[in-house]
T-cell receptor, first 110, second 116 residues
């Protein structure tokens, strides 16, 4: 059983603050990790991918991976109301299929 | 590019009826995925195809569900007979799989299925 765990939230942060989203996974052989954003009533869209331990930055988004701890996180700096969405963590164990967490709902308060 | 196309966008049916969901992947992609999303279970992979061949159908809930991919540009997910617990949003996604490289999966808009 490949499990991906996320805090369901809701997570509320004020506009301009840093939002921190966390994810743990159970399958040690997992090699690829993804963060998807899903607005209400819409389909998931990829915002970050990370494959190596450490940090990966893209604009206001930073993904962090620690394979030893089986932990991946997403930081959103200078949070905007438009960042309000559900963030899905996904893990790919090496066969081109993704296992998703149930998502963390983020609300950025103006 | 038009992206992944799914139809219908909404389907309301009665218990026991057959339901067919359709998907057209992005041109040039060789892998196609069917997911189901519910509040309780989140986003679950049902089945995925590579080069039109089913690779992993371990997520298909039971024999009432079947999926086909007769060619590179079309796939169907069929539920027969449908039950109220099948109510969910069904997403189709596609990507280009080359060797061991994992490409981004692009999702379609989804089909919201309601079984009464």
């Amino acid at each position: 059983q490949k499990e991906v765990e996320q805090n369901s939230g809701p997570l509320s942060v004020p506009e301009g603050a840093i939002a921190s989203l966390n994810c743990t996974y159970s399958d040690r052989v997992s090699q690829s990790f993804f963060w998807y954003r899903q607005y209400s009533g819409k389909s998931p869209e990829l915002i970050m991918s990370i494959y190596s331990n450490g940090d990966k930055e893209d604009g206001r988004f930073t993904a962090q991976l620690n394979k030893a701890s089986q932990y991946v996180s997403l930081l959103i700096r200078d949070s905007q109301p438009s960042d309000s969405a559900t963030y899905l963590c996904a893990v790919e164990p090496g066969a081109n299929n993704l296992f998703f967490g149930t998502g963390t709902r983020l609300t950025v308060i103006p | 590019d038009a992206g992944v196309i799914q139809s219908p966008r909404h389907e309301v049916t009665e218990m026991g009826q057959e339901v067919t969901l359709r998907c057209k992947p992005i041109s040039g992609h060789n892998s196609l995925f069917w997911y189901r999303q519910t509040m309780m279970r989140g986003l679950e992979l049902l089945i995925y195809f590579n080069n039109n061949v089913p690779i992993d159908d371990s997520g298909m809930p039971e024999d009432r569900f079947s999926a086909k991919m007769p060619n590179a540009s079309f796939s169907t997910l069929k539920i027969q007979p449908s039950e109220p617990r099948d109510s969910a949003v069904y997403f189709c996604a596609s990507n280009l799989r080359e060797g061991h490289d994992t490409d981004t999966q692009y999702f379609g808009p989804g089909t919201r299925l309601t079984v009464l």
